[in-house]
């Protein structure tokens, strides 16, 4: 079953023990939703009797390897930083397990070249890039922004910052930066952020902006406290890795939120959603959420042992006795189905609360 196809289902009449068992999920991201969207519009002045319905034209994707869409090997059949789903042939198809961002496109029944089987007209462009951080690097969220004019019919998502809130961490491990150094440079780089997310707004563009993942809570900070960083030898084991990289993750998440401009900003042209609010709720108390993270569950280690963006969910791409739907975490530092799945219910209950 598609993604959008699952949503709408979830709100089905007539399911009864179904709806029982979804509702925990169903309510605690409606009330979020709700609370989220009323401060940002009462902060902001914004009314939802004062806006129109939005119907993009287009969607832009911009961002890191949450959003990234490679279909490099297989054009027209992306592969993403996750887990790829298989069709009932074992063949890959980009349109099982889709990401959040696909589930967005859905809902507007826009299509990306990067996932496209059936030829159709291309109305979503993801500009997303592996490694790609704040500022610098070759594919930075400026150059993503700058690589084709907006127009006021775009929605846009920004998902930016993982590969800032490790760098910044690797900096102080190597004692390149102090703790409170730290600290200014990751508020700096989600003011930085937002800064930029200004400028998509003024173009009449509207956004749905994306805080990054608590990452104290990722299997790339449980491995730290214990044994160096895989890829750099020279970043050492450390015991406090986890509370150190959930206050990064805040202090980058507090500047994204507070520095898009609520003078000129509102409901009207952007909405917020929260992974870092799903990833503390899924480690918290998983069997809240046993409707999208099927048990037997894992919260704490990546399910894929393949490499991405090359994990499939088959058995031979995965850890032993793993099952990719009951994992939280696909690779150290990227979302398996299930949290992608949770996101997209935010996501359609956000789209469908906010004025545009």
């Known amino acids: 079953m598609s993604l959008l196809k699952s949503l709408r289902a979830t709100s089905r009449a007539g399911e009864a023990t179904a709806a029982r068992r979804r509702r925990p999920l169903a309510v605690a991201l409606a009330a979020t939703a709700v609370v989220v969207g009323a401060a940002v519009l009462a902060a902001c002045g914004g009314s939802v009797s004062q806006a129109t319905d939005f119907e993009p034209g287009r969607l832009i994707v911009l961002g890191d390897e949450h959003s990234v869409l490679d279909d490099s090997t297989s054009a027209g059949n992306a592969r993403k930083y996750g887990v790829n789903g298989l069709d009932s042939s074992g063949n890959r198809d980009c349109t099982v397990l889709p990401s959040v961002i696909q589930y967005v496109a859905s809902r507007y029944g ?64 190597k004692g390149q930066l102090s703790e409170a150094g730290a600290l200014a440079e990751i508020e700096r780089r989600g003011a930085a952020a937002a800064a930029q997310i200004n400028g998509v707004l003024a173009t009449g563009a509207r956004a749905l902006v994306f805080t990054v993942p608590d990452l104290g809570l990722s299997p790339y900070a449980r491995a730290m406290v214990s044994a160096a960083d895989p890829d750099d030898a020279t970043i050492g084991a450390d015991s406090a890795a986890m509370s150190r990289l959930t206050a990064l993750s805040k202090g980058f998440n507090a500047y994204l939120r507070t520095a898009i401009d609520s003078t000129r900003y509102d409901g009207r042209n952007f909405g917020l959603i929260f992974p870092d609010e799903v990833v503390q709720a899924l480690t918290s108390k998983p069997t809240s959420y046993l409707t999208y993270l099927v048990s037997p569950y894992n919260v704490s280690s990546a399910v894929c042992a393949a490499a991405q963006p090359a994990c499939d969910n088959e058995t031979a791409d995965l850890v032993s006795s793993g099952v990719y739907n009951g994992y939280l975490w696909a690779s150290p530092l990227w979302f398996s189905y299930p949290a992608h799945h949770l996101l997209a219910v935010q996501v359609n209950t956000r789209l469908s609360a906010l004025p545009f």
């Open 110 to 173: 826009l299509v990306f070249a990067a996932c496209n089987p059936s030829n159709a007209t291309v109305t979503a462009w993801n500009r997303a890039r592996a490694g790609a951080k704040v500022e610098g690097g070759g594919n930075s969220l400026a150059e993503q922004i700058a690589s084709g004019a907006l127009r006021s019919d775009d929605l846009v998502t920004v998902w930016i910052g993982t590969h800032d809130v490790i760098e910044v961490y690797r900096q102080f491990n």
